[in-house]
């Protein structure tokens, strides 16, 4: 089992950045793919980036493309989203998710079998 804790949310305004971390904890860090995703009120979960467990490889939504970032440290249990020019439509609760059993895949979040419990991100006009 994998315990997910995501933190760094908030409210700014339009242009600006934030960076969302996730820690985890329950099974060695190396050992799984992780990903993350938002929600905004009436929505559906959104995939946004993904990234591979050695770090090599990486994968983004098409909403945030070129503006999001995914990294992890192996030594930190640490996962980041460093999110930049951001948008009021960007408001939603951040999660991160981990693959443990699932595919060797990423983006539909049936795929990942563990999850955060949420971190609500803000942009004001």
């Known amino acids: 089992q994998v315990q997910l804790v995501e933190s760094g949310g908030g409210l700014v305004q339009a242009g600006d950045s934030l960076r969302l971390s996730c820690t985890t904890s329950g099974r060695s860090f190396g050992s799984y793919a992780m990903g993350w995703f938002r929600q905004a009120p009436g929505k559906e979960r959104e995939f946004l980036a993904h990234?591979?467990?050695?770090?090599?490889?990486?994968y983004y939504g098409d909403s945030v493309k070129g503006r999001f970032t995914i990294s992890r440290d192996g030594a930190k249990n640490t996962a980041w989203l460093q999110m930049n020019s951001l948008k009021p439509e960007d408001t939603a609760v951040y999660y991160c998710?981990?693959?443990?059993?699932?595919?060797?895949?990423?983006?539909?979040?049936?795929?990942?079998?563990?999850w955060g419990q949420g971190t609500q991100v803000t942009v004001s006009e």
């Open positions: 990234i591979t467990w050695n770090g090599e490889n990486t």
């Open positions: 998710a981990v693959i443990v059993h699932g595919p060797n895949s990423y983006g539909q979040s049936r795929f990942y079998d563990y």
